[in-house]
């Protein structure tokens, strides 16, 4: 059975920062492109970042230069890291493993991150 679980989450202040973590089970993590994406009240899911290995990742414009995901396949596990925080990064983050060529597609529940004075 497969499971991503993600943690992390909370409510911080404009500027600050939060780390979100991603564990996998039940795939062979090595295999699967891992990703963040966040869905604001009334607004679809977008893409927040992606990463194969370390020297291959991908962001969203809007999160460029603030957030940084990281990967420890010894681990199982993924990592967001969110720094310079905005009011418009509040949504429902949700962890994504895909597996490229295939129909395998997973996501986490989702953990809520709110930036707010």
């Known amino acids: 059975q497969v499971q991503l679980v993600e943690s992390g989450g909370g409510l911080v202040q404009p500027g600050g920062s939060l780390r979100l973590s991603c564990a996998a089970s039940?795939?062979?993590?090595?295999?699967?492109?891992m990703g963040w994406y966040r869905q604001a009240p009334g607004k679809q899911r977008e893409l927040v970042a992606t990463i194969i290995s370390s020297s291959s990742t991908n962001y969203a414009d809007s999160v460029k230069g603030r957030f940084a995901i990281s990967r420890d396949n010894a681990k199982n596990t993924i990592y967001l890291q969110m720094n310079g925080l905005k009011s418009e990064d509040t949504a429902v983050y949700y962890c994504?493993?895909?597996?490229?060529?295939?129909?395998?597609?997973?996501w986490g529940q989702g953990t809520q991150v709110t930036v707010s004075s």
């Open positions: 994504n493993a895909r597996k490229t060529g295939t129909s395998y597609n997973y």
């Open positions: 039940g795939i062979p993590f090595i295999f699967y492109t």
